[in-house]
């Protein structure tokens, strides 16, 4: 049952013919009234395929609002809440990147979708954690300029004969980074016959207890064919309010109820319904930044697809 104020959304929404797209790891009063919810890659396919609305509200953080308006510049892309950035993100600024391409002129340089336009707009293609593999797989080049991530660097790095090189060296998210592998072995011990799913923002330490490294889109997958019934979630809490809503008879269980992305949950449905009513906050990506991160984005789309 909808609250008065997610009605209250859903009417807006459609006075004004917008869509909501909202991330994974949003909260799940924002979650059901989504009309698309998905992992980064999930949510650049469905923005670039958005014809017949006018806006997207989008709740989820600034890089991913930044890709929305890349592939729909001629709609409004609204953000409920401007300080919604992703800190990982604001760690690779296009100075690092241009200096590294300077020291690596035979590089390639693929970039987390995580990134800023500015970034981006030196990236020769983009990746998620979901394809970052064969994106690079992809590539020419034996030698990449990979980032923000050092640890999804780490393990694209174990699973590729190319050298990978992380910028900045030391770039990481918050939120999986400082996961205790300590805490994930007793959890292990208490639920034996769970499945360990990790994201690959998750330090190695915890990455080494998985049975399977997959973005949070892979996670939605996984748990719908696994024949297991009981799963260890090990990335952001509100991934298993996605799963438990989604699959009610499997059992997935947050590994770590405290890895809370804080900057994912400032969008509350007060915003929501402000940000429709009012048409702001708007994001755009400067003019000169277009062409080149477009690029970018749209060849890993192309090569995902
Ligand atoms: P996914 O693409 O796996 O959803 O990851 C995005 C993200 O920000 C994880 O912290
Ligand atoms: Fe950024 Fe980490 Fe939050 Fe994902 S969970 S948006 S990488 S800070």
């Not at 970039?111 to 394809?131: F, G, H, M, Q, R």
């Not at 994106?135 to 999804?152: A, Y």
């Not at 780490?154 to 996961?179: M, R, S």
């Not at 998985?210 to 064919?225: E, F, Q």
């Amino acid at each position: 049952m909808l609250n008065q104020l997610q009605k209250e959304i859903n009417e807006l929404k459609e006075e004004k013919n917008a869509i909501l797209l909202c991330h994974n790891y949003q909260t799940k009063e924002v979650q059901d009234i989504a009309d698309f919810i998905g992992d980064s890659l999930e949510l650049c396919i469905k923005a670039s395929q958005i014809r017949d609305k006018d806006i997207l509200v989008f709740c989820g953080v600034d890089f991913m609002g930044e890709t929305a308006y890349l592939l729909n510049p001629e709609k409004k892309i609204l953000i409920p809440d401007n300080y919604a950035k992703c800190p990982m993100a604001h760690m690779l600024p296009a100075d690092i990147i241009k200096k590294a391409k300077a020291k690596y002129p035979d590089a390639a340089v693929v970039l987390y979708v995580n990134t800023l336009a500015e970034a981006k707009a030196e990236a020769d293609i983009v990746c998620t954690s979901a394809n970052a593999l064969k994106i690079i797989q992809s590539l020419d080049e034996d030698k990449i300029l990979f980032g923000p991530d050092k640890n999804l660097g780490k393990y694209v790095a174990k699973h590729t004969d190319k050298t990978i090189i992380p910028i900045p060296e030391d770039g990481y998210c918050y939120v999986h980074n400082n996961l205790d592998p300590e805490r994930l072995l007793i959890l292990k011990e208490k639920y034996p016959e769970a499945e360990v799913l990790v994201h690959p923002e998750a330090n190695p330490n915890v990455q080494k207890l998985a049975d399977k490294i997959l973005s949070t889109g892979g996670m939605m997958n996984h748990v719908a064919k696994s024949e297991n019934n009981q799963f260890l979630i090990v990335t952001e809490v509100d991934m298993c309010t996605r799963l438990n809503k989604e699959y009610p008879e499997k059992e997935c269980i947050p590994a770590y109820t405290d890895a809370f992305c804080e900057t994912m949950k400032l969008h509350s449905l007060k915003k929501i319904k402000e940000c429709l009513i009012k048409e702001e906050p708007i994001i755009t990506v400067p003019e000169e930044l277009v062409e080149n991160s477009l690029k970018a984005v749209q060849k890993m789309i192309d090569i995902s697809k």
